[in-house]
């Protein structure tokens, strides 16, 4: 591979030297989650098992700090993670064993979770995630739980299983689509058993969880598989035609930036206006290069009804985003404002209608959905639209944010 990476390495050895183990943990997730290449926001989790003096015995003891429910990866600060006995994580397991009604979905999975409290070290009261067991139970003693975008599109694929192997060989095994929790975890431990070899599990549909006993080289080698599956999908799509295949080409000619600022100074507050009839929402703008390649491509509307791949991206873009075909250099104001409104007019019915046909007994209700605490994204409406609305149209991406997301559980 030449020296171009997809992700830098910008783990600072001095920075490190001068923290405490779980200052070092805390910096090891900050680095992660700054990069969006490493994981999206407020997704993935990581942790480290370290020993420290329990106040109980004055004995030493094992304890897993994992980052804890709710937060974002790039700012969590130490009071973002929780800390727990590994020991009596670890002693769950015979417990769930003995469950007759155990399995995925099963009130022994959940009554496991509520367990977690019972296993606090220290008095810590930052609630656990729901993937602590992946933690506790893989063997490194540090671990990175990552979502990256290159690795979805593997977990995401049909081909997943014969890719990963094809991609990373024996370093990576594999296990299939679950919600993550206490199954997950056994899952986890029994292929890291069956193959003490392996360093990484790919998760279907979902991103993938590397360990290491080296904080560093946990942190290098979670950053050398995304960084492999990258070099792999670039490999392809360059061998396949790259952009002008991919996206065929621009349609319109762009505004001039000082145009395209005019352009959303006249339309943002009215478009805010509009999406904000139920709840009301604060709106981002990118209309950087990548994103202008995109939703200015000849075939943008076809690749945006695609939708979403993965659960994760549930949470930012819903089941898909909104593409308004507009030519900046011939259309009005008046013109985009009436293709927006009738735009947002079809989502909303076509989104109405895929969740009257998903949704569970115990789905809320559409217009409020809160996110329960210590969940996780699961394929489903129950973990759809935190409050989010994306709409891509010629000019850039419009994302709708609503307050309820920083607050979500699990990763
Ligand atoms: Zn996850």
Redesign the pocket.
Known sequence: MSSYRFVNYSWDDAKAASLDPVGRLVYRSNILGADQRITNTG??NTSSKLVEKDPLSGEQTEVLWVKGSGGDLRTAGREFFSSLYQSKLVSLQKVYGERGDKGLKSQAEDDMVAAYTHCTFNLNPRASSI?TPLHSFVPGKHVD?M?PNAIISIAASKRCVELTKEIFGGAMDYVPWMR?GFELGLAMQEIARNNPGTRAIMMGQ??FIAWANDDKECYKQTLDFIEKAAAYIDQKYQAKGGDAAAFGGGRYQSLAQEKRSELFAAILPWLRGQVSQQRRFIGTVQDDEKILRFVNSHHAPRLAELGTSCP?HFLRTKIKPLYIPWDPQHGTLADLKKLLSEGLAKYRQDYKAYYDKCKHDNSPAMARREPDRGA?PRPGPDRLGQGQERIAGDRGVLQLRGGSDARRGG?
């Open positions: 997704g993935g993937d739980h979502h993550p979902h991103g994760d996780h990763d």
